[in-house]
């Protein structure tokens, strides 16, 4: 299994402003994803982020506004830049250990709570 | 295209009660998860199913590939069990999981 830490938990920002969020697992993984769930909703995919190469983007997410950085095996960072009230939801880190299909288990990290003024 | 559905979005019931939640979705798929995400917003994974049926603890998920169905199951339900239970499936050919809406689980005491 994999355990993940997302920072921050939670943050109150204003708006036009930017936030990093930093995602870390306890151990190598081949695969990350970035989703965000907003109020009442289920989760969408952001992104997948793999080491080594640039972040693949789900329709409507564009990498100007969610820039995503993938240095290594362990580590990724989402950035939601310029921010509006529309921004405010969840955001979830998760990983899958192995590549290819089918992923045998899909990790997720304990969320980020962002509110934007 | 390729769809998820859970039923019901919300239920109810007292300690005890056997419980059970849907899922279903329209066209073949690699692997299907349930998930658990209690009030913080954490989520946890219960199952990842290919086929058949898996236990652990007092949760049972099974799959139908022919019906394009699965269920999870809770048997002697706890307030502790409260949160909500999402599914997520792998469409054949894409890898990336695509999301239920969620049902919402109360157990009364």
């Known amino acids: 299994s994999a355990v993940i830490s997302q920072k921050p938990s939670r943050d109150i920002c204003q708006r036009g402003t930017s936030l990093t969020i930093q995602c870390q697992v306890d151990?190598?993984?081949?695969?990350m994803f970035w989703y965000r769930q907003q109020p009442g909703q289920s989760l969408t995919l952001i992104a997948t982020?793999?080491?080594?190469?640039?972040?693949?983007?789900e329709s409507g997410f564009v990498i100007d506004k969610f820039p995503i950085s993938r240095p290594n095996l362990t580590f990724s960072t989402l950035t939601v830049s310029n921010m509006s009230p529309e921004d405010s939801s969840i955001y979830l880190c998760?990983?899958?250990?192995?590549?290819?299909?089918?992923?045998?288990?899909?990790?997720f990290g304990p969320g980020t709570r962002l509110t934007v003024l | 295209k390729n769809e998820v559905e859970q039923s019901p979005q919300n239920l109810t019931a007292q300690e005890g009660e056997f419980i059970t939640i849907n899922c279903s979705y329209s066209v073949g798929i690699s692997a299907l998860h349930w998930l658990q995400q209690h009030p913080g917003g954490g989520i946890v994974s219960l199952f990842m199913?290919?086929?058949g049926k898996k236990k652990h603890g007092r949760l049972i998920a099974t799959i139908n590939i022919q019906e394009k169905h699965s269920s999870l199951h809770i048997t002697a339900s706890h307030p502790r069990d409260s949160a909500v239970y999402i599914c997520a499936v792998e469409f054949k050919g894409a890898q990336k999981l695509v999301f239920g809406q969620g049902t919402r689980l109360t157990i009364n005491p």
């Open positions: 151990s190598q993984v081949t695969m």
């Open positions: 199913l290919s086929s």
């Open positions: 998760s990983a899958s250990p192995w590549g290819g299909s089918p992923y045998n288990e899909q990790f």
């Open positions: 982020a793999n080491q080594g190469s640039e972040a693949t983007y």
